[in-house]
């Protein structure tokens, strides 16, 4: 008898741990488990030590709540302008609600899956393949938006969608490359034309400030110069009537100095003269002396009188003398008046 109850309080200890054994469950972080009783949820099991009751609750789905990784596979996409294409991505998404993750959708990988692979479908459609190749981040933020607002009522967080590559054909790309080209010639030669025209619009810049310079300068140096010739009038003028006053007085020395002045420029004018290819030289001094003695007799002839009033005798005639001239054809007037003066 003490053998058999020895056996009950042995088989009584083995049902208490199978009992304590089935209701005490231990959650590993990162997860959340449900728990059903009669096949019904009724609550959740957080990370940790948690008890249920023992052969009448039981475990139902293990939900993982950490961040995932979704791998969505290549897929032909026809874009706005009827180009194909091929598309990979990749999505991360996290539970945030394990009952309705569990128990709202079947199989949710795979849902998640095909929703995204037909919202690639739907946005890159939409666009055309310029725009599509250049607005990435674009077609990010679309799918992410649309996909998480379709994801939302089964607890789930669409946390990223990036798409990875976009393949155009071969043929596709092989124009897309000459375009390029074509478009970064064409840029090219615009550039170079643009400086061309800079280059001219500053030269010719340039060459109008020089020519307004020179201008200002010219007018300049006519001004001065028109300046500078209207003293020389007045002192000529000044100068012509001191002589006549001194004429008219009877004075000819003024005069005799105002021919030389005038004979003496007319032979600087005769030697510098481009014509001018043969003068004798020296001029003899006496000869252009006895000139101006000449002409002051015959101012006095015109005058009449001397300066005391009385008339003045005739003076006798002289002998004409004809200019010597050289064998070279060359007149010496200096020699003639010379003879002039000797006679």
Same mark, same amino acid.
């Given at each position: 008898?003490?053998?058999?109850?020895?056996?009950?309080?042995?088989?009584?200890?083995?049902?208490?741990?199978?009992?304590?054994?089935?209701?005490?469950?231990?959650?590993?972080?990162?997860?959340?488990?449900?728990?059903?009783?009669?096949?019904?949820?009724?609550?959740?099991?957080?990370?940790?030590?948690?008890?249920?009751?023992?052969?009448?609750?039981?475990?139902?789905?293990?939900?993982?709540?950490?961040?995932?990784?979704?791998?969505?596979?290549?897929?032909?996409?026809?874009?706005?302008?009827?180009?194909?294409?091929?598309?990979?991505?990749?999505?991360?998404?996290?539970?945030?609600?394990?009952?309705?993750?569990?128990?709202?959708?079947?199989?949710?990988?795979?849902?998640?899956?095909?929703?995204?692979?037909?919202?690639?479908?739907?946005?890159?459609?939409?666009?055309?393949?310029?725009?599509?190749?250049?607005?990435?981040?674009?077609?990010?933020?679309?799918?992410?938006?649309?996909?998480?607002?379709?994801?939302?009522?089964?607890?789930?967080?669409?946390?990223?969608?990036?798409?990875?590559?976009?393949?155009?054909?071969?043929?596709?790309?092989?124009?897309?490359?000459?375009?390029?080209?074509? *478009? $970064? =010639?064409?840029?090219?030669?615009?550039? +170079? !034309?643009?400086?061309?025209?800079?280059?001219?619009?500053? &030269? @010719?810049?340039?060459?109008?400030?020089?020519?307004?310079?020179?201008?200002?300068? *010219? $007018? =300049?140096?006519?001004?001065?110069?028109? +300046? !500078?010739?209207?003293?020389?009038?007045?002192?000529?003028? &000044? @100068?012509?009537?001191?002589?006549?006053?001194?004429?008219?007085?009877?004075?000819?020395?003024?005069?005799?100095?105002?021919?030389?002045?005038?004979?003496?420029?007319?032979?600087?004018?005769?030697?510098?003269?481009?014509?001018?290819?043969?003068?004798?030289?020296?001029?003899?001094?006496?000869?252009?002396?006895?000139?101006?003695?000449?002409?002051?007799?015959?101012?006095?002839?015109?005058?009449?009188?001397?300066?005391?009033?009385?008339?003045?005798?005739?003076?006798?005639?002289?002998?004409?003398?004809?200019?010597?001239?050289?064998?070279?054809?060359?007149?010496?007037?200096?020699?003639?008046?010379?003879?002039?003066?000797?006679?």
């Amino acid at each position: 008898m003490f053998f058999g109850f020895e056996v009950a309080l042995l088989v009584l200890a083995v049902v208490v741990l199978l009992v304590i054994f089935a209701g005490v469950k231990q959650i590993p972080q990162g997860y959340n488990y449900t728990v059903e009783r009669f096949g019904r949820f009724t609550k959740t099991l957080k990370p940790g030590l948690n008890l249920i009751v023992p052969f009448i609750d039981q475990i139902g789905a293990k939900m993982n709540m950490m961040e995932q990784v979704l791998d969505v596979p290549t897929q032909q996409v026809i874009t706005k302008d009827n180009a194909t294409i091929s598309a990979d991505g990749v999505a991360f998404f996290q539970i945030l609600d394990a009952p309705r993750a569990a128990y709202e959708v079947r199989d949710l990988e795979r849902a998640l899956l095909n929703l995204t692979m037909t919202n690639i479908r739907t946005v890159m459609g939409s666009m055309d393949l310029d725009e599509l190749l250049a607005k990435r981040d674009e077609i990010n933020d679309r799918l992410l938006r649309v996909v998480d607002e379709a994801a939302g009522p089964w607890g789930i967080k669409i946390t990223r969608i990036e798409i990875k590559d976009i393949n155009p054909p071969k043929d596709l790309v092989d124009a897309m490359d000459r375009q390029m080209k074509a *478009e $970064r =010639e064409k840029r090219a030669n615009v550039l +170079e !034309a643009q400086g061309f025209r800079e280059a001219e619009i500053l &030269k @010719a810049e340039g060459e109008k400030q020089s020519q307004i310079l020179k201008a200002e300068g *010219e $007018r =300049e140096a006519a001004f001065r110069d028109a +300046e !500078a010739r209207e003293r020389l009038a007045e002192a000529e003028a &000044k @100068a012509t009537t001191m002589v006549s006053d001194a004429i008219a007085g009877g004075n000819t020395q003024a005069i005799n100095y105002f021919v030389a002045q005038k004979y003496t420029e007319a032979l600087g004018q005769i030697a510098s003269a481009n014509n001018q290819k043969v003068i004798m030289l020296p001029l003899e001094a006496s000869s252009l002396i006895g000139s101006l003695g000449g002409i002051g007799e015959i101012a006095k002839d015109v005058f009449g009188n001397d300066p005391s009033g009385s008339p003045r005798p005739t003076p006798p005639s002289r002998p004409r003398t004809t200019p010597a001239v050289s064998s070279s054809g060359v007149v010496n007037t200096g020699e003639a008046f010379g003879k002039r003066n000797q006679s």
